[in-house]
């Protein structure tokens, strides 16, 4: 295990249209703003497609399943990280049938809005491979 402690340098806030790919802009937002480290701390809003990934398996590396699917969807939760520049996030999403949710993936279209709050950490913190598999 591994800890780290950091600051939160600003926070930014970040609003998508309809159509927009939540992933691209989340990526977009982050390379205009030049957070290389920090935290995507919370998102609502709604879709109308999301794409997914879980794991597959319990060996390592586990390989991926990707889901997507179209239709009117809520956005229960987003959250993630900023690593290196990189975003790394997860989604939950509902609709009057199901929930669902994984890893962010290119593909999820925004409905009606979303809103997206960002968090840039200070210089003490390096998050560059906080998400490869195995020890740092």
């Not at 802009?25 to 809003?45: D, M, N």
């Not at 993936?105 to 809005?113: A, D, H, I, K, N």
Request: hydrophobic share 45%; proline share 4%; net charge negative.
């Amino acid at each position: 295990m591994v800890t780290q402690t950091a600051s939160i340098r600003r926070l930014v806030l970040v609003r998508l249209d309809p159509g927009e790919d939540l992933l691209l802009a989340l990526r977009q937002a982050v390379a205009q703003s030049g957070i290389q480290h920090g935290l995507v701390l919370s998102g609502i809003g709604s879709l109308s497609r999301y794409h997914v990934h879980v794991v597959k398996t319990t060996n390592l590396p586990p390989g991926d399943v990707f889901f997507a699917e179209d239709g009117p969807f809520d956005i229960l939760v987003l959250t993630g990280y900023i690593l290196d520049g990189r975003v790394h996030a997860h989604l939950s999403v509902s609709n009057t049938e199901k929930a669902i949710g994984g890893h962010l993936e290119e593909g999820c279209r925004v409905l009606t809005f979303a809103v997206v709050t960002l968090a840039e950490t200070d210089d003490s913190v390096d998050l560059t491979d906080w998400d490869r598999v195995g020890p740092l």
